[in-house]
């Protein structure tokens, strides 16, 4: 008799739903999708076409991104639209609801720098380090600061207002801020949260710094990553 290979659901056909009331699992219900998360994360900064979303997402495909838009579109998270001429493309922002979820981010953040396992040599994003910086800014140390950073990162233009311990970040042209960084956004982060010297990142040529030096010095010790989980 031949018995036949019985196999197990996969948990997406298997679970839709925690059937859960609590808020905390409905959120999962919404959002708990592999790369949902970090969709979101690419849009919180401002809308992206979807060939923008995959370049800055290098390790999700076409088919699974299409099924994340369309699920957090679904979801009320996102939404979608196309640009007037000349552009005429089509873009996905996040909803006002969506943009709430920031703060979700920054705890999810601040938790896991905690972990002894993380790995901060792996691909960093634009909004990565964009996001990380409204984080983990130490608002004492920057609370007598009223400055504008320009952060040109690859082909994306940034200014920050730093004024009040909290720092603004929105898409903008930088000329004429106090300070710019341009460099790739693994390397920016490598001089804020890993230490590298300014001088020795420009002397490799993969970091430029313009404008104030005393205050580009200054403004990369503001930033102090919490303790390790355990120490």
């Given at each position: ?96 609801w969506g943009y709430e979820s920031e703060p979700i ?62 720092i603004e970040i929105a898409r903008a042209d930088p ?25 020795v990142l420009e002397t490799a040529d993969v970091l ?24």
């Open positions: 008799m031949k018995l036949e290979k019985i196999t197990e659901p996969s948990e997406t056909r298997q679970r839709r739903t925690y059937d859960d009331a609590c808020a905390a699992a409905h959120a999962l219900d919404l959002v708990g999708e592999r790369w949902a998360l970090l969709v979101m994360r690419e849009l919180m900064m401002g809308p992206k076409r979807f060939s923008d979303l995959r370049a800055s997402l290098p390790g999700i495909s076409a088919n699974v991104l299409t099924q994340r838009l369309e699920g957090l579109e679904t979801a009320g998270v996102l939404t979608k639209r196309k640009l007037p001429p000349p552009a005429s493309a089509q873009v996905y922002e996040l909803t006002p981010f920054q705890a999810l953040g601040r938790w896991a720098a905690r972990s002894p396992s993380h790995d901060p040599t792996l691909p960093f994003s634009a909004a990565s380090l964009l996001l990380s910086l409204r984080t983990m800014l130490d608002p004492i140390r920057a609370a007598d600061i009223d400055a504008r950073i320009g952060l040109i990162l690859g082909e994306e233009t940034f200014v920050g207002h730093l004024a009040g311990g909290e000329a004429g801020a106090d300070v710019i960084f341009e460099g790739e956004p693994r390397v920016i982060a490598g001089a804020i949260y890993g230490g590298q010297p300014l001088d430029r710094v313009s404008g104030d030096r005393e205050f580009a010095e200054r403004f990369v010790t503001l930033f102090p990553l919490p303790p390790k989980a355990g120490t």
